[in-house]
Nanobody, 123 residues
Framework: VQLVESGGGSVQAGGSLRLSCAAS????????MGWFRQAPGKEGEGVAA???????VYADSVKGRFTISHDRSKNMGYLQMNNLKPEDTGIYYC???????????????????WGQGTQVTVS
């Protein structure tokens, strides 16, 4: 599975961004797609995940502000980020695995495909 993120950028606190993840190289079946972020000097964090059935999970730090979604017909995943805060700054990565999301969705080891990342800066 190949993943390509887009949609990052710079925004002021309180603003919004929508990240996209284009997936290719697989035939639709069960999957889990997650978004992770890496801030300078901090450990990576699982932000949200969605599986092929549409079930979603979020990190507490983004609940109520971020929304993960997908369009299976287009092999696309999205992360809508509202009310952004400076602490949301980081490189955001899309990740996927060809099985439904587990309770360990926030662990990097749960995913075997990763995008190159897209920078999000909130000032």
């Amino acid at each position: 599975v190949q993943l390509v993120e887009s949609g990052g950028g710079s925004v002021q606190a309180g603003g919004s961004l929508r990240l996209s993840c284009a997936a290719s190289g697989y035939t639709y079946r069960s999957y889990c797609m997650g978004w992770f972020r890496q801030a300078p000097g901090k450990e990576g964090e699982g932000v949200a995940a969605i599986d092929s059935g549409g079930s979603t999970v979020y990190a507490d730090s983004v609940k109520g502000r971020f929304t993960i979604s997908h369009d299976r017909s287009k092999n696309m995943g999205y992360l809508q980020m509202n009310n952004l805060k400076p602490e949301d700054t980081g490189i955001y990565y899309c990740a996927a695995d060809l099985r439904r999301c587990s309770i360990s969705w926030y662990r990097r080891q749960e995913y075997n495909s990763w995008g190159q990342g897209t920078q999000v800066t909130v000032s």
